[in-house]
């Protein structure tokens, strides 16, 4: 399932591609280099589309993985579901 997950964006050097980063359930941020028309502007603030793995409702958080390998070399991670937008625009 698609949803969009909060993140900081900082711009790269170029015209193409941006460094995001996303907060974890611990508030340490992962980045990964992603193209600048990918990120999407709701409410304000800035998301990215992601894939949902799985929802712990009961601990409030949810594993999403990435479109790309971050730097770190992850694919997935652990955020709260606060973070979380669902496809239609509603919060998870």
């Not at 698609?2 to 711009?11: D, F, I, P, T």
């Not at 955020?79 to 496809?87: A, D, F, K």
């Amino acid at each position: 399932m698609m949803a969009l997950v909060l993140c900081e964006v900082k711009r790269g050097p170029g015209t193409v591609s941006d460094s995001v980063g996303v907060r974890d359930t611990t508030n340490q941020p992962t980045f990964l280099e992603i193209q600048r028309d990918f990120v999407a502007h709701r409410h304000g603030r800035t998301w990215l589309p992601i894939g949902v793995v799985y929802r712990d409702k009961e601990k409030g958080v949810a594993l999403i993985e990435f479109p790309v390998e971050a730097d770190s070399g992850a694919h997935r991670i652990w955020v709260p579901l606060t973070s979380l937008l669902e496809p239609n625009g509603d919060p998870a």
